[in-house]
């Protein structure tokens, strides 16, 4: 679904682009993605050279739960010495906050196709295996005071 994209991004930033295919939930539940997603860029990082690429100009990147798992790796790599050092990620839209559901960008956007506010929690909750029968509860759920919510 993606390969055009890849190839466009290369192109047109004169870069290498590697996409990592990683197994899908229901079939491969959770945290096998995220898994997926690590060993192929610890693989891709170790090897970069072979490939034409300077290890230190790496960047990771995804959107949706591409972007989620991006963020989980560049935090699980952050503090390895035996990798050179990602220069950068870019985070497309990624699932990140799943505390409150009631913060502004959450209720600014709740109605707005394709990620209605409950779609995002199911799509959020199925990823990460847990069961659906919550999700009303947790869509109320509000974390911080109410003095601090618009902030």
Known sequence: AYERTCRYLAKKSN??????GYRLAPEHP?????????TATIHFMRNAQDYGVDP???????DSSGGTL?????QALVNRRDLPKL????????FLQCVDFNLPSYQQNE??????????????LKYLN??????????KRAKKPENMQSK
């Open 70 to 74: 991006t963020a989980a790796v560049a």
């Open 15 to 20: 870069s290498v682009v590697a996409s990592v």
């Open 30 to 38: 959770f945290p096998t993605q995220f898994e997926d997603c690590l």
């Open 87 to 94: 220069r950068a990620q870019i985070l497309i839209y990624p």
């Open 111 to 124: 109605g707005v196709p394709i990620l209605l506010k409950k779609r995002t929690l199911a799509l959020g």
């Open 130 to 139: 847990k069961d659906l029968s919550v999700m009303e509860a947790r869509s």
């Open 56 to 62: 230190s100009r790496i960047i990771i990147c995804g």
